[in-house]
């Protein structure tokens, strides 16, 4: 299988954290690749009509995107229920990973308005208000999940250990732990799985 990834891509983080949780990483062959929404790549566009990284190719030629799906899609390959749990334990699972996958593309919004956006069109209104949906998500993971984060593994929790790691990336003067202790402990320790350590993003 081929996958469209970028070292610091936190979406293509979770893919491949699922990957080496399941144990199918070996399975994957990895296609670096700069994407922004201004300058696509035109390997990709055929498999994906966003343009967007992480993309998939299965054995079989089959296009899988965007990372909820690829990171299903090898859970199942791998036997099915280890990351994506079943039954009732689902729901949280997945609520946690959209609340992650929601504050990274306010990450992404904001990073593109400050990076990629000629500066005389910036605006900072859109930060602001991207940025404060990424402080509210990090409270609501401080108030509300530290027991969960503290007692499973599954995409849920591979989803906030990249969210909290691509912001020490490309936010670095975003203290997020000051306020945050709980959340930074966890981080702290769930980024000793091998599936986390492996896939620290790089620039
Ligand atoms: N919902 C998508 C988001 C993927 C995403 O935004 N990827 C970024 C890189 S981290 C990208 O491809 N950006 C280029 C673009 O927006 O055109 C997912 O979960 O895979």
């Keep these: 299988m081929k996958l469209f990834f970028a070292g610091a891509s936190p979406f293509a983080r979770k893919v491949m954290a699922v990957a080496y949780e399941t144990g199918v990483a070996n399975r994957l062959t990895l296609v670096p690749t700069t994407v922004t929404?201004?300058?696509?790549?035109?390997?990709?566009?055929?498999?994906?009509?966003?343009?967007?990284?992480?993309?998939?190719?299965?054995e079989a030629g089959e296009a899988i995107y965007d990372s909820r799906v690829i990171c299903e899609y090898l859970d199942v390959l791998a036997g099915g229920g280890r990351m994506f749990p079943t039954g009732e334990g689902r729901w949280k699972a997945l609520v946690l990973?959209?609340?992650?996958?929601?504050?990274?593309?306010?990450?992404?919004?904001?990073?593109y308005e400050t990076m990629l956006r000629p500066e005389n069109l910036r605006w900072q209104d859109w930060i602001n208000g991207h940025m404060g949906k990424v402080r509210q998500a990090l409270d609501t993971l401080e108030n509300d999940w530290v027991p969960y984060l503290n007692s499973n593994v599954n995409i849920g929790t591979i989803t906030a250990c990249s969210l909290l790691g691509y912001l020490d990336l490309r936010f670095p003067d975003e203290d997020w732990r000051s306020a945050r202790p709980a959340i930074a402990v966890w981080?702290?320790?769930?980024?000793?799985?091998?599936?986390?350590?492996?896939t620290v993003p790089v620039v």
């Design 37 to 58: 929404p201004v300058a696509k790549d035109k390997l990709i566009a055929p498999y994906n009509p966003a343009g967007k990284i992480p993309t998939l190719v299965t």
């Design 187 to 198: 981080h702290k320790a769930y980024s000793q799985r091998p599936a986390m350590a492996k």
């Design 97 to 111: 990973q959209s609340l992650c996958d929601e504050a990274l593309d306010s990450c992404l919004a904001a990073r």
